[in-house]
């Protein structure tokens, strides 16, 4: 968030001079490249969304060809970073106000000749149709606002997985994100601006204003004004975070005395708004007043839309408009009416990026030739704002503050994602073990954990480009942007969704990009995948030598081992960098004996008695040791006993996990050397595939749809995840429709400690669909 920025690049102070410009990758990010424009126009906030190309560097893998003189040394490929370009969407939103200076930045700046028109709803887009003609030289189309504010709503509840919440303002984290639905249809609507649109939306292009009032936040407003004099929405919304409304209203008690038992009335119900003023002889506060009107307009509105839901059958309420607009006090009002009204039965939801919807629609509508919902988007949290705190006594005035801009970006992924076929109910699954959100301990470790590590990630950024001398320079950047995340996070952990383990890995990946590091530990890969190949065959004989029982015993603690070698832990790349004699047999070494932390493998041994599985899906993870040692034989016994084998890897850089490009190498030439994976991979029993992620984790929710098809076509009856990222910190509690089979090492002494275990315990869970799930481990849970 670019809080108190003044376009001539300085802080503080309410205007804006125009005289010296900003810098163009702080707030309208990329105008060099941006084209499509759309604004969303409101009475006191506009929207603006554009489209641009962003030029980053990706790392490449290719093969050597071994059989020429091409390879200059015993590598199997070479590393090279290229060009790529991806779409991103911007949205950023400013104060009405600053409206005419942001129009000449944007001029200004902007290269791109071929925009011809800017798409533009909302109220203002009338108000401010010339000025906008005038300074961008672009014809203003104007667009539905209601379709605009739908297609919007569609987009982001279909593209940010935790969008939608739920406000709580008791609870230890105000904000409760909602598991986005592989369906989001269908849903009702209830826009809350000067009046009240009430939508029922049944699919992407139908939907339908089955209701509304005229009592909406226009009423609010102007009654708040006769009332106090106050003129301004926010100070109105202050006055009544600070009343008492039972000062004003009659409530059931002050009627009957108590309680109305036979109605199943409480005493502290609303029986009259105002009630009191009729009879009081006495001047009532502003703060009251508004206090009282608030619940007035809520409570109206939360019936009429309980109303709404029940008779159309909805479950899904989602609420929006400037009357929101992310107030506590709106949101708390309006979430205990519904509560009220529905006894429970239905949740009042709010969107993260409520503010954005119409901007968002009106781009979508000036973009449909390219069809932008073919695409799957991610936000991209190196470049978005994020939630802000919206308490009051936190920040008293926080939205009525100048000179605010606040970001949203997403980039378009280069796979369409789509839910894994296997979960046993998507519309259950949360892939996250722990919300450090709701959890204020793991919050604290875990957040101290990524700032402790950050000076050993420059240095890997850094030792990972020798060649380019600017690195340091740009790693200098990428830590001060992440600490700064970090740091927004420590005070706003709600700021992009649940806070997790899982989302601090990503808000480090995206930054990383961002300054141009694709994959730091490119190098560290290549050395190790180097490494492991020349004791491949060693390890395949030596397990050859072993009877079944024993077999199975080693490749399970060879699986296990491998899984030993993860740069993202601290306890590990410690010992690898002090140590470099540290391998496969030191790390067996290393491991917890049994029983382990977590232990069914004797159940899945006398699974393997059975006969076999038709395929299974394995979700890998580390390079070097970890694939070539660890999962190789295990898979190589897989294809053995007859199952076809589908491997998962990352479809880009994080850690030193294995992507799938150099997985492709590395099984061409593990088939070159073995003939069990040379007929696997010729007799398509052996496939390899894209997960769809660029993630030291897993989201089993949002998986490449190729990788879906494959899984379905070949009747996956076993998934397997490695990995303390996809199987301890996502997963753990992943439920599926067939047979699991989740290994990891617990390389964290905290994370040990909290599971009751310690520093590379073992964690083997194998679980059948007819079982009952396990229940969540109290330490895990804990807050």
Known sequence: ????????????????????????????????????FAIDIGGSLTKLAYYSTVQHKVAKVRSFDHATKEASSDKLYEISVQEEVTPRLHFIKFENAYIETCLDFIKDHLVNTETKDIKATGGGAHKFKELIERKLGLKVDKEDEMTCLIKGCNFVLKNIP?????YAKHADSEFRFQTTQPDIFPYLLVNIG?????????????FERIGGSSIGGGTFWGLGALLTKTKRFDELLQLASKGQHTSVDMLVKDIYGGSYASLGLTGDLIASSFGKSATADREFSKEDMSKSLLHMISNDIGQLACLYAKLHNLSRVYFGGFFIRGHPVTMHTITYSINFFTKGEVQALFLRHEGYLGAIGAFLKGAEKDNPNQYSWGENYAGSSGLMSVSPDMNPMQRA?????????????????????????PSS??????????????????????EEALDGVVKRAVAS???????????????????????????????????????????????????????????????????????????????????????QFALVRGLL???????????????????????????????????????????????????????????????????????????????FRGTEVVLASNSGPALNDVTNGELQILTERLAAMDPVIETGLRDERLTLVQSGSSSPCLDLSRLDKELAMVVRERQTDLVIIEGMGRAIHTNYYAMFSCESLKMAVIKNAWLADRLGGKLFSVVFKYEVPSEKPSQPSAALTRS
């Not at 990758?25 to 060099?32: C, G, K, P, V």
């Not at 935790?162 to 739920?166: D, I, L, Y």
């Not at 699954?429 to 990524?450: G, I, K, M, N």
């Open 1 to 36: 968030m670019a809080e108190g920025v003044r376009l001539d690049g300085s802080s503080g102070g309410h205007t804006m001079d125009k005289s010296i410009t900003l810098p163009p990758d702080e707030i309208f990010r990329n105008l060099a490249n941006a084209k499509r």
């Open 162 to 166: 935790h969008e939608a919440f739920v």
């Open 194 to 206: 000067s009046g009240v649109s009430i939508v029922k939306v049944e699919s992407e292009d139908n």
């Open 401 to 425: 503050r100048s000179g605010t801009f606040d970001m949203l970006e997403m980039d378009r992924l280069e796979r369409q994602l789509v839910n894994l076929p296997l979960l046993l109910d």
């Open 429 to 450: 699954y949360v892939p996250d073990t722990v919300d450090l959100t709701e959890d204020a301990s793991a919050r604290e470790y875990w957040l101290y954990c990524f």
């Open 465 to 551: 480009q020798p060649d380019m001398q600017e690195a340091t320079e740009r790693a200098e950047k990428f830590s001060q942007k992440y600490r700064h995340k970090l740091q927004t996070l420590r005070h706003q952990p709600f700021a992009y969704g649940s806070l997790t383990v899982r989302s601090l890995l990503d808000t480090r990946e995206h930054c990383l990009n961002e300054f141009n590091f694709p994959d730091p530990y490119s190098k560290i890969k290549q050395k190790e995948n180097d490494g492991a190949l020349k004791y491949y065959l060693k390890a395949v004989k030596a397990l050859e030598q072993l009877d079944w029982k024993e077999r």
């Open 561 to 639: 081992a491998g899984n030993v070698f993860d740069w993202g832990a601290k306890a590990v790349s410690d010992v690898l960098e002090s140590d470099p004699e540290f391998g496969f047999e030191e790390a067996k070494q290393q491991l917890e004996e049994r029983p382990w932390l977590v232990d069914t493998f004797e159940q899945w041994l006398e699974r393997l008695k059975g006969p076999p599985h038709k395929c299974a899906l394995f979700f890998v993870d580390n390079s070097g040791v970890d694939i070539i040692l660890g999962v190789m034989p295990f898979v190589r016994e897989l294809l």
